[in-house]
């Protein structure tokens, strides 16, 4: 469901909380009121006391919201879903958008595993306790489901048991983790009741987990730690996450990773970028929205207008295609001959966007252009 009345056009960090900021500017009211003298400033209708009562109240609201995370989940064919996935950080808790460090290590990463990574979950520590497996994290990962609703909840919990400690490359396969009780139940908007399950994984550490489902994404929350004493306090922390998700249409958010599949013709690369950036959009909204980490690449200026190449891949080093029948293992002397040749690298396809800007600084028009590039080794 998307939310009514949602303000967020791009899912910025930081969201102001309206009743609160309700709440906190009648309050700077009775405090200025109190402070200043006159029959005038004393008026609760004053526009000057109310005008700015409710900008110091926003402040305060904006300054103690953590961050947010827009999270766009894709299927085994890198298909994307047309929802994006928007979460608030805890209280108590950092992600990366709450570490300045963490924020430039991630502007860095340029390959589409990281990027792939960072795009579809988060994983918040708290400050007190370093990166690692003796501290306590809380985790919500994101996955796409498909038209028939699959993978449900059932299915979900399934897989998040059989996958947990497994490394992709490990054969055979760990024992699976195991379901220890259901803790409790609580209710969040639009999901209805979610449940708590206790998880014990064969490496022995605890966890707990809850998972919901809304329109083509699934999302699992796990709170773990090394032992089950350290992560019993901070169950409103896991429930305090899950309050924050709202599932949104992708039309209406941009994800914190944006992934383009270079391969995709012109039209299809340039009606993406068009849903981000409609036509009309400022310069400078356009270059505040796609700088890193959102595009693998940083975004350049050239005569009034703006561009970055959003992924490569690679050509074919040659049209013609070699029929299996005239292939022929080479012989010894061939080996010979040959031995000290330089390798020969495929030519990769660069794919660059331009956004084009009229007078006025407002996006006229989007180009895609691609260029061969060859590998020539140094003789």
């Given at each position: ?109 340029g390959d589409a595993y990281s990027r ?94 809850t998972l919901l489902a809304q329109r ?164």
């Amino acid at each position: 469901m998307i939310a009514s009345g949602d303000r967020s056009h791009f899912g910025l960090a930081g969201q102001i909380n309206d009743g609160k900021c309700r709440i906190g500017a009648r309050v700077l009211i009775l405090l200025l009121g109190a402070r200043f003298s006159g029959e005038l400033i004393m008026n609760r209708s004053s526009f000057l006391i109310r005008g700015l009562a409710s900008t110091l109240a926003c402040f305060l609201c904006l300054s103690a919201t953590g961050a947010e995370y827009c999270l766009r989940p894709d299927n085994k064919y890198r298909a994307q879903t047309n929802s994006v996935v928007r979460c608030s950080t805890p209280a108590g808790w950092k992600g990366w958008k709450d570490d300045p460090s963490s924020q430039q290590r991630i502007k860095q990463f340029g390959d589409a595993y990281s990027r792939g990574w960072v795009g579809k979950m988060v994983v918040f520590h708290q400050p007190d306790c370093k990166e690692g497996p003796e501290c306590p994290y809380l985790g919500l990962d994101t996955r796409s489901r498909d038209s028939r609703g699959q993978p449900d909840l059932e299915a979900g919990l399934r897989d998040f048991l059989n996958e947990r400690e497994q490394p992709q490359d490990l054969s055979p396969r760990k024992p699976p983790c195991v379901v220890v009780s259901r803790v409790a139940s609580f209710h969040i908007e639009n999901s209805g009741d979610l449940t708590i399950w206790q998880i014990r994984c064969p490496s022995g550490s605890q966890r707990f987990a809850t998972l919901l489902a809304q329109r083509d994404v699934l999302v699992t929350i796990d709170l773990g730690g090394p032992d089950i004493k350290d992560i019993v306090p901070k169950l409103d922390s896991l429930k305090e996450l899950a309050r924050s998700v709202r599932i949104t249409d992708a039309s209406l958010v941009a994800p914190d990773i944006i992934e383009i599949d270079a391969r995709l013709s012109d039209g299809a690369i340039r009606r993406q970028l068009l849903q981000l950036t409609p036509l009309g959009t400022l310069r400078e909204r356009v270059y505040r929205l796609l700088q890193r980490p959102r595009l693998p690449d940083d975004l350049h200026r050239d005569n009034g207008n703006l561009w970055t190449q959003i992924g490569s891949y690679s050509g074919p080093a040659s049209r013609q295609r070699v029929q299996v029948k005239e292939y022929r293992l080479p012989t010894g002397e061939k080996i010979r001959q040959h031995i000290s040749d330089f390798p020969v690298l495929p030519p990769a396809i660069a794919v660059r966007v331009f956004w084009k800007f009229d007078k006025e600084g407002k996006l006229r028009d989007i180009e895609i252009k691609r260029e061969v590039i060859e590998f020539k080794p140094k003789r």
